[in-house]
């Protein structure tokens, strides 16, 4: 199985910072991999896609990059809206995984 | 509106079953795959199932392999989750989930509590 590493597990920051959070893959998953956030007691969103797409109504200034085995989602001039916990997830192949998470804080 | 709804969670004592479903409305079933996720109390993302469109490929992860069972019908928009031999470990929200461009379409999730 391919696992996924996650970091840092937790994250404070301020409003108007920008923030990164990286995945490591346990092997290439060339650009296979997505990004979420899940809010408390709410279904987790889809937010980047196939490494660096940006969904659809997501705005601009989350951005996804990387490929083969490290990944990264930046948040630009955060929002009081951002303060959520971050999931990457690879489906590379079909026994998908997921990071632990991090949950990004207000400082 | 693309919308997912599950439901059939509830408290169930180990050992028992328990079969989820989920309807989905807003988009045509069988254009996609669907998967079921699960959240464990305060615990992160699991995947549990993947199904094909056509249901022809199917794969589960391996702590649920065995008791677990992942079917749809196309035709009733409908995906289901047939869950056996529940153990305390398969406590969890469980989720419905569309995937196209990763998993882009999820429901609200329904909640399993094994415990006697």
């Known amino acids: 199985d391919i696992q996924v590493t996650q970091s840092p597990s937790t994250l404070s920051a301020s409003v108007g910072d920008r923030v990164t959070i990286t995945c490591r893959a346990s092997q290439s998953i060339n650009n296979w991999l997505a990004w979420y956030q899940q809010k408390p007691g709410k279904a987790p969103k889809l937010l980047i896609y196939t490494a660096s797409n940006l969904e659809s109504g997501v705005p601009s200034r989350f951005s996804g990059s990387g490929s083969g085995t490290e990944f990264t989602l930046t948040i630009s001039n955060l929002q009081p809206d951002d303060f959520a916990t971050y999931y990457c997830?690879?489906?590379?192949?079909?026994?998908?995984?997921f990071g632990q998470g991090t949950k990004l804080e207000i400082k | 509106e693309v919308q997912l709804v599950e439901s059939g969670g509830g408290l169930i004592q180990p050992g028992g079953s328990l079969r989820l479903s989920c309807a989905a409305s807003?988009?045509?079933?069988?254009?996609?795959?669907m998967n079921w996720v699960r959240q464990a109390p305060g615990k992160g993302l699991e995947w549990v199932s993947y199904?094909?469109?056509?249901?022809?490929?199917?794969h589960y992860s391996d702590s649920v392999k065995g008791r677990f069972t992942i079917s749809r019908d196309n035709a009733k928009n409908s995906l289901s989750l047939q869950m056996n031999s529940l153990r305390a470990e398969d406590t969890a929200v469980y989720f419905c989930?569309?995937?196209?461009?990763?998993?882009?379409?999820w429901g609200q999730g329904t909640r399993v509590t094994v415990s006697s």
């Open positions: 199904i094909s469109g056509s249901a022809s490929t199917i």
């Open positions: 807003g988009f045509t079933l069988s254009s996609y795959v």
């Open positions: 997830q690879q489906y590379y192949t079909y026994l998908y995984t």
């Open positions: 989930v569309r995937e196209d461009y990763g998993l882009d379409v």
